[in-house]
């Protein structure tokens, strides 16, 4: 096997509790030839760099707060990887991941990203025995050109990816995203590039209890569809058929997110307004 370089970006931010058991993780895979670059997104303590400078091969970066889009932007700017690994500053990699994930990717030349499912564990490094990732009859929808049945359904399960940093040329996280920027991102990469989905836990995903997680602010969800059409639309997209595809899906997915959340104004919308004009609600339905 060849030994590219692989460039694992870490992004924190104000949050410097688990960020050394991160990087440890990192420096402990069986895989070697890593640089680890750890941005810092305008934290308000120097924390960061003096736990980087612990690791030879750590790269500390700070920058003025832009949120974790620009952050992972601007590591992928500062990597000299061949591949792309990124890992929350409060997850962890397990120790044969990247070794794994490389010699598929090294095989396997119609791939260009690599992403599999998680263990769950707590603020105390203790499995929950949940596993996020595909289900048994589920698996075989994981690989290959998946977008269509990925579309408003899924998204990879950070921090699980690993990416061709050629993809990167074609595709960045959008730094306006302050939420949904990994489902944003993925799903514009699935419409490029075919993937490879490995069937077992790769890293550990930490349910933190903390009520500052981006991911448990549900309102400021609410509408981010109408941000993610916009993506497809610069991506040159000009088929009307795939952009009506497109509308659709993500009209259904919006109004059932926003139903969710907002249980006491519920927006009610016939199939047929939505068959005939999906465009409308995927622009509109968060301002109902």
Not at 34 to 50: C, F, P, Q, R, T
Not at 116 to 136: Q, R
Not at 163 to 178: A, E, G, H, S, T
Not at 267 to 287: E, G, H, T
């Amino acid at each position: 096997m060849s030994n590219p370089l692989v460039s694992v970006i870490i992004t924190t931010y104000n949050r410097n509790k688990f960020l050394e058991q991160a990087i440890v993780s990192v420096v402990n895979q069986t895989y070697k030839n890593i640089e680890i670059l750890v941005v810092d997104d305008g934290s308000n303590e120097n924390y960061a760099e003096k736990i980087c400078n612990k690791f030879q091969n750590c790269i500390y970066y700070f920058k003025n707060n832009g949120g974790i889009s620009s952050a992972r932007n601007y590591g992928i700017q500062h990597a000299k990887g061949e591949f792309i690994a990124f890992l929350d500053d409060d997850d962890l990699f397990m120790s044969h991941k990247i070794q794994k994930q490389l010699e598929v990717l090294l095989k396997y030349k119609q791939y260009d990203c690599v992403h599999s499912s998680v263990l769950v564990i707590n603020d105390n490094n203790e499995e929950t025995g949940v596993v996020l990732g595909a289900s048994e009859n589920k698996v075989h929808m994981r690989s290959g050109y998946v977008f269509w049945n990925a579309l408003g359904s899924w998204c990879v399960k950070s921090p699980t990816p690993f990416i061709r940093k050629r993809v990167f040329d074609k595709v960045l996280f959008d730094d306006q995203l302050q939420v949904g920027e990994d489902f944003d991102f993925y799903q514009r990469l699935f419409y490029f590039y075919k993937v490879k989905y490995i069937h077992e836990p790769l890293a550990y995903y930490r349910d933190s209890d903390s009520v500052e997680r981006l991911s448990k602010i549900e309102k400021k969800y609410i509408g981010i569809e109408s941000r993610f059409f916009d993506n497809y639309l610069k991506l040159g997209i000009k088929n009307p058929i795939i952009l009506y595809r497109i509308a659709y899906r993500l009209a259904i997915c919006g109004i059932e997110r926003r139903n969710t959340i907002c249980k006491d104004n519920l927006l009610l919308v016939s199939k047929w307004k939505l068959i005939v004009n999906p465009f409308y609600y995927v622009k509109n339905f968060a301002k109902k």
